[in-house]
């Protein structure tokens, strides 16, 4: 179904426009900052120890102090590698450049030591510049080392200053040279290719040992025996010391070290940006759409965390991506919609009063079980045409803190034109009507704006009707208002047009007819949920009626008037047909629910009731525990021995009964006797009120345990809020259907809501 453009907090131009900036910020450098904070913060906190698998042998401080004129010579480092491989290490990597040592008189002596280790040893090649896979190279190992010795590049590129890439191999001099952490991991790349560190590793658990120990035979040769061994400069004077992100700086032979390990765990991979790109673009645009945009400011934070440990956990793993370009996308959108919220909000406002306006009201949750009271100043353009100057605003104040009184802490709505309109809890409809009374004497006395003294009036409308959406709510009280004002009464109450309107009736069974063939008439699905769990284990079926001119007509009215006209078995033979084919539908698709279809009880006399219902389970192959046939209680079993027999053979056919309303109607107990129910629902007037009356609450509490000892299930209607659904849940009700855990909707939402991930299944 297309999406509405006016669903969404901000425009698709909007939209499109951060899509478009954020994929430039991918490709340039400028949401990278992201990506390196991450990173650093990681190698700030460094925890994962190196193997073992290789040691440094540094020219420390320690050994330039144990050596004539603090000079560690050529014949030094002949003595140190004969030393190494004498200690049977693995393999020996020299990180150092002898360009300049070529004419010193003992080089034939290290050259010698070097040929001796055969291809034990990795020489270094060093890069004058190095530019991504590329490096210049000025020196290669000088031919007198022979040709047995192994050589690789300990060139990098700086990135802010820091090291955050190492080479796999880089091109030089038209040759492919492997790096030391390509030939510390044993890797042959065969190709260029560069690696992001793997920064969670903690310099201090790299093992360093002293060259003069090792020189002198200080050093247990146990320590190095079987190990790759790094010769390199480490002492404090060494210019070979490099910013590795998040750690303090590090001698080059410690970095190689650390890039040797990673590359053992496994083949570095580069996601690059464009992936968190497109699933963030995705969720944010779910979230605008979704409800409104109302959950989107937590979707966005959520998507973030989300974001942020992706990128850590797959970098752990040795998958590098990039966020930066998914949170500069959450950056753009979320400003734009704090923009679009301020700007709503202050149109939501009435600029007079201060108070929210009637845009505010019919754009918020659900009114639910509240009654709307809507008021208004009777003659309020004379009012503003007669008081000079800013005297209106001042009337308009006075007027809001009288209403202010009537509202019980309620929000109170002020309109342009001097109409009020605020909402009464469901516990308080008993006191409405004194409560109007009690407001009306409040104007009895006149306002005084200045030197004028001004007579108001207030007339008043009532809807309590539960049906409809907001907007039909709340035009509902206004027409009950003008009513009030023309018939010159305090107030009035909102009558639903089939009560008033003789022709509706009359012509009643053929508009069914048409809304039937039409498609007007359609089937709406409430979910049920269990309340220990949380789990959906149930919908119900429910007929809704959207008239061409009438708009949406309450079920209430429809249905008592199909009961009344006869046309109630054709009507329940649709929604049980349209249920059916639903329930089948998600039974294919793997989800196990209920499906619970109304039934007035006068049907049970129908003979051919059973066999049509299992005509239709046969034809949309359907397992019959699926389906729950719910009697409505409060309805007259017009022929008992016929309903027994019926109500017998539905049970014997494997659909479930239940109990619908229960509470209401007849004797409990004696209808308990006529059916032998599966599940027992308490009706929603017991359990809307139940945590303002301690009476109602033990009907509901009694009900509850009444079920369970019949064997049968507890089902609540009604739960419009959590504190409701946390009471039942400690009362051991089974399940729970309600505005608060999901309203009607259409079938292909119902789908929707099932497809999802788990987590997302949220009522």
């Given at each position: 179904m297309p999406i509405p453009v006016k669903s969404l907090i901000?425009?698709?131009?909007?939209?499109?426009?951060?899509?478009?900036?954020?994929?430039?910020?991918?490709?340039?450098?400028?949401?990278?900052?992201?990506?390196?904070?991450?990173?650093?913060?990681?190698?700030?906190?460094?925890?994962?120890?190196?193997?073992?698998?290789?040691?440094?042998?540094g020219l420390d401080d320690k050994t330039l102090q144990a050596v004539e004129n603090k000079d560690f010579d050529v014949s030094h480092h002949a003595q140190l590698v004969s030393a190494i491989s004498a200690s049977q290490a693995k393999r020996l990597f020299v990180d150092f450049s002898y360009e300049r040592r070529l004419e010193d008189r003992d080089f034939p002596l290290l050259a010698d030591a070097v040929r001796k280790m055969d291809d034990r040893i990795v020489l270094a090649v060093p890069g004058s510049s190095t530019t991504g896979t590329t490096a210049v190279v000025d020196y290669w190992p000088d031919p007198a080392f022979g040709n047995r010795a192994q050589q690789a590049c300990i060139c990098w590129e700086y990135e802010f200053w820091q090291v955050w890439k190492v080479p796999?191999?880089?091109?030089?001099?038209?040759?492919?040279?492997?790096?030391?952490?390509?030939?510390?991991?044993?890797?042959?790349?065969?190709?260029?290719?560069v690696f992001a560190?793997?920064?969670?590793?903690?310099?201090?658990?790299?093992?360093?040992?002293?060259?003069?120990?090792?020189?002198?035979?200080?050093?247990?040769?146990?320590?190095?025996?079987?190990?790759?061994?790094?010769?390199?400069?480490t002492a404090a004077a060494s210019p070979d010391k490099h910013y590795l992100p998040g750690h303090d700086k590090l001698p080059g032979a410690y970095i190689h070290l650390i890039a040797g390990e990673a590359l053992k765990r496994g083949q570095p991979i580069n996601i690059g940006w464009l992936p968190a790109l497109a699933i963030t673009a995705i969720i944010l645009l779910g979230a605008l759409i979704w409800q409104g945009g109302r959950w989107y400011s937590r979707v966005a934070l959520v998507t973030t965390l989300l974001l942020i440990a992706a990128k850590i956990i797959l970098g752990l793993s040795l998958v590098a991506t990039q966020i930066g370009g998914a949170c500069f996308l959450i950056a753009a959108v979320s400003a734009n919609v704090s923009r679009n919220r301020r700007r709503r909000s202050a149109q939501r406002e009435n600029p007079v009063s201060g108070l929210p306006n009637f845009e505010a009201l019919r754009s918020q949750t659900p009114f639910g079980s509240a009654t709307v009271v809507a008021a208004k100043v009777v003659n309020f353009e004379d009012l503003a045409a007669f008081i000079p100057g800013d005297g209106i605003g001042k009337l308009i104040e006075q007027v809001t803190r009288r209403l202010l009184l009537a509202s019980q802490g309620t929000a109170l709505h002020h309109d342009l034109d001097g109409t009020f309109a605020w909402l009464v809890p469901y516990y308080q409809h008993s006191q409405i009507e004194g409560q109007l009374a009690g407001l009306a004497a409040l104007f009895n006395a006149p306002l005084t704006i200045g030197e004028l003294r001004v007579d108001v009036a207030i007339a008043f409308g009532v809807n309590d009707e539960f049906e409809g959406s907001n907007a039909q709510r709340l035009a509902a009280a206004l027409v009950a208002a003008e009513r009030a004002i023309r018939t010159r009464a305090l107030w009035t109450k909102y009558v639903p047009r089939q009560k008033d309107d003789a022709g509706w009736q009359l012509s009643f069974h053929s508009q069914l007819e048409d809304a039937l063939t039409g498609g007007d008439i359609w089937v709406a699905f409430q979910p049920q949920y269990a309340l220990s769990t949380g789990r959906l284990v149930g919908v119900e079926a429910l007929a809704r009626w959207t008239h061409p001119t009438r708009g949406p007509i309450p079920p209430d009215e429809f249905i008592v008037q199909a009961e009344k006209s006869q046309d109630i078995y054709r009507l329940t033979l649709f929604v049980m047909d349209q249920a059916i084919r639903s329930a089948a539908q998600l039974h294919e698709r793997g989800h196990r629910i209920n499906m619970s279809v109304n039934l007035s009880a006068t049907l049970l006399d129908h003979s051919d009731l059973v066999g049509t219902i299992r005509v239709m389970l046969s034809a949309h192959h359907l397992p019959p525990e699926i389906l729950t046939i719910e009697i409505t209680e409060t309805a007259q079993i017009e022929n008992s021995r016929q309903a027994r027999q019926t109500l017998a053979q539905l049970r014997r056919t494997g659909i479930r009964l239940s109990i619908d309303d229960y509470g209401t109607g007849q004797s409990n107990l004696e209808y308990l006797t006529e059916i032998e129910a599966d599940e027992i629902k308490i009706d929603k007037r017991f359990v809307m009120t139940m945590r303002d009356s301690q009476r109602n609450r033990e009907v509901v509490k009694s009900t509850i345990d009444l079920a369970h000892r019949l064997g049968a299930v507890a089902v609540a209607e009604g739960i419009e809020d959590a504190e409701t659904m946390a009471l039942l849940g400690q009362l051991g009700c089974d399940v729970g259907q309600g505005y608060h855990l999901g309203k009607p909707q259409l079938f292909s939402e119902l789908a929707a809501t099932l497809s999802a991930p788990p987590q997302n299944r949220t009522a």
């Open positions: 901000i425009s698709w131009r909007t939209i499109a426009l951060s899509l478009l900036l954020s994929v430039a910020a991918g490709f340039s450098s400028i949401a990278e900052p992201v990506d390196r904070i991450l990173e650093s913060a990681v190698g700030r906190v460094a925890w994962r120890p190196v193997s073992g698998d290789t040691v440094v042998v796999l191999a880089v091109t030089a001099s038209g040759r492919l040279l492997p790096s030391f952490a390509a030939k510390l991991a044993d890797r042959q790349p065969d190709q260029p290719e560190l793997d920064l969670s590793y903690d310099a201090d658990t790299i093992k360093e040992y002293s060259a003069i120990d090792v020189m002198t035979g200080k050093l247990d040769p146990d320590l190095l025996r079987g190990k790759d061994v790094i010769f390199a400069f």
